[in-house]
């Protein structure tokens, strides 16, 4: 066993996490929707939606059986909603092929919508014991400052160089703790900003501590500033205080969750309008705008509130439109912006 691997697992024993939830027990299917969760939330953040996950769908034939729309509605606020989507696919996947559990074998587990190498490795390693590898963010991070690793860890010649240090660390045995024990190191000591080093049980031997790189790696991507993009939502009431809202495409952002209808400036407000409800917008009423920033742009929002006499449209024909009650919100999956909006009109 590498010195590395050694001192991460006394660590562990000492100070690790050993409550989370799914460790008790570690199924396949249950550290499957952890790390597919962990991929873009904190463990704390994670922990309540996690366990509202699994009481409504404990199995993966019970994730594979639900509408999307059920699956899209558990994962409300957690935000990055592709990873409910590739969940829902490839829980369907695995009933249709694999007898309704995740393979073991890791080629046919990262063939599954939302399954990577690390994911892979990290589901096969904690929930069997196996011998793979895992290079989430706080790996990358720790390995990078460990062995002093210059550069962007995104980038290709990087990260295979960081996948190399990861397999070559591997115990022999306990597999499970391992990995945990990786994956805490580097979220509550080797942290991204002040890192606990005079706790570390890696500190002697790590060359950013060494050579004062502590803060300068690992290397973060070249920047550019993000575009800005502008939008206008709808937010149109009817006489019982329902909302008009509308599914979003199968594809692009916010895929598939129920949302406002959306415009790009007030002409196209007044054409939707004039299509499908009785509503003056020139009566409409501004709303404070806001802002929500995406990893590739920022995107501010001009809410504008108008009550609605009668639509223009069957809204009860039409599958992308509805009228929903506002105490009614938490059964749909709405993007976290929307529902912070709808939540200041109640």
């Keep these: 066993m590498s010195a590395f691997a050694e001192r991460l697992l006394a660590w562990f024993d000492a100070s690790g996490r050993h409550d989370l939830p799914w460790q008790h027990p570690r199924t396949p299917y249950r550290v499957w929707v952890a790390e597919i969760m962990l991929q873009q939330t904190q463990v704390q953040t994670a922990i309540p939606y996690y366990t509202r996950f699994l009481d409504a769908l404990p199995s993966l034939p019970d994730l594979a059986a639900a509408e999307l729309d059920r699956v899209l509605a558990l994962w409300s606020g957690l935000g990055y909603y592709a990873r409910a989507r590739n969940l829902h696919r490839a829980a369907r996947i695995c009933v249709e092929r694999h007898g309704g559990e995740l393979p073991r074998d890791i ?38 400052r460990y062995h002093g690793i210059r550069g962007w860890p995104g980038s290709g010649p990087v990260e295979k160089r960081l996948w190399e240090l990861s397999e070559s660390h591997l115990p022999q045995t306990r597999l499970a703790d391992y990995t945990q024990a990786v994956m805490d190191f580097g979220a509550t000591v080797c942290t991204r900003s002040d890192p606990a080093c005079v706790l570390c049980p890696l500190q002697d031997d790590c060359v950013a501590r060494r050579e004062g790189l502590v803060d300068r790696l690992p290397e973060p991507k070249p920047g550019k500033p993000l575009p800005e993009r502008r939008t206008i939502m709808l937010v149109l009431r009817d006489g019982d205080g329902r909302l008009l809202l509308t599914r979003r495409p ?34 409409a009423e501004p709303l404070p705008v806001f802002e929500h920033v995406f990893s590739h742009f920022r995107l501010h929002i001009e809410p504008m509130l108008l009550h609605v006499t009668q639509t223009r449209t069957a809204v009860g024909d039409n599958p992308d439109l509805r009228w929903q009650p506002l105490a009614a919100l938490d059964d749909l999956g709405l993007p976290a912006p929307v529902r912070k909006l709808l939540g200041s009109l109640a």
């Design 107 to 144: 080629d046919a587990l990262q063939a599954l919508p939302g399954i990577g190498r690390s994911t892979a490795g990290a589901i096969l390693a904690q929930a069997h014991g196996l011998r793979f590898a895992i290079l989430d963010g706080n790996v990358k991070r720790s390995l990078a």
């Design 250 to 283: 199968p594809t692009g952002i916010w895929a598939c969750l129920w949302s406002l209808p959306e415009v790009a400036d007030h002409d196209q407000a007044r054409h939707w309008l004039a299509r499908h409800c009785d509503a003056d917008y020139d009566h």
